[in-house]
């Protein structure tokens, strides 16, 4: 079976930083391409970072100086460190597996919520 | 990075069919095969319905379909069910952005 597991949202003031945690059991995070999508309340969804088998990383223009993307091998997990947050960075964030060939976004875990507050 | 497009709101009676529309450019749709479609129910994480355009994972109904003509990418759901109200956003690799989701439509059946 395959679980994601996210921690470490929670109520946060204008500028400071969070570090969101994905845990995962039923493969292995070293060998697969794992992102982080956000959700603002009552708005879509918004890729937001990828975390590649290699150890590379890429994110999108909105979030770019702000946020680091890593893994921890022996825990099996993966991180999202949120600096400098601001506002509309309110939201659930979701991370995924995204599979290694079609791009789509396989696996999801449950999200953590992430509030803002200015 | 600009979203996909997606009209907000689809409806049909139960039995009937919806088709979902969602519209980006050569740079993501129109350029690659790597379109997918995720349904969402409110206060859940996304599931995927559809990958690689028109591909179903195992388990998910075959009353989802998807297709794809240039740049837009549709999803049709036949023989609506009352399970099928949700919101469904589609998604692609994007050349300039590495992946970028649509706009979501919610779907009612009425």
């Known amino acids: 079976d395959v679980h994601l597991v996210e921690t470490g949202g929670g109520l946060i003031q204008s500028g400071g930083s969070l570090r969101l945690s994905c845990a995962v059991s039923?493969?292995?995070?070293?060998?697969?391409?794992m992102t982080w999508v956000r959700q603002a309340p009552g708005e879509g969804l918004e890729w937001v970072s990828i975390f590649y088998p290699g150890g590379g990383t890429d994110y999108a223009d909105s979030v770019k100086g702000r946020i680091t993307s890593s893994r921890d091998n022996f825990r099996n997990t993966v991180y999202l460190e949120l600096n400098d947050l601001r506002p509309d960075d309110t939201a659930m964030y979701y991370c995924?597996?995204?599979?290694?060939?079609?791009?789509?976004?396989?696996?999801w875990g449950q999200g953590t919520l992430v509030t803002v507050s200015s | 990075q600009s979203a996909l497009t997606q009209p907000p709101s689809a409806s049909g009676s139960p039995g009937q069919s919806v088709t979902i529309s969602c519209t980006g450019s050569s740079s993501d749709i129109g350029g690659y095969d790597f379109v997918s479609w995720y349904q969402q129910y409110s206060g859940k994480a996304p599931k995927l319905l559809i990958y690689e355009v028109t591909k179903r994972p195992s388990g998910v109904p075959d009353r989802f379909s998807g297709s794809k003509s240039g740049n837009t990418a549709s999803l049709t759901v036949s023989g609506l069910q009352p399970e099928d109200e949700a919101d469904y956003y589609c998604?692609?690799?994007?050349?300039?952005?590495?992946?970028?989701f649509g706009t979501g439509t919610k779907v009612t059946v009425l």
């Open positions: 995924a597996r995204r599979h290694t060939a079609n791009w789509a976004h396989q696996w």
């Open positions: 039923g493969f292995s995070v070293r060998d697969n391409y």
């Open positions: 998604g692609s690799f994007a050349r300039r952005n590495n992946y970028v």
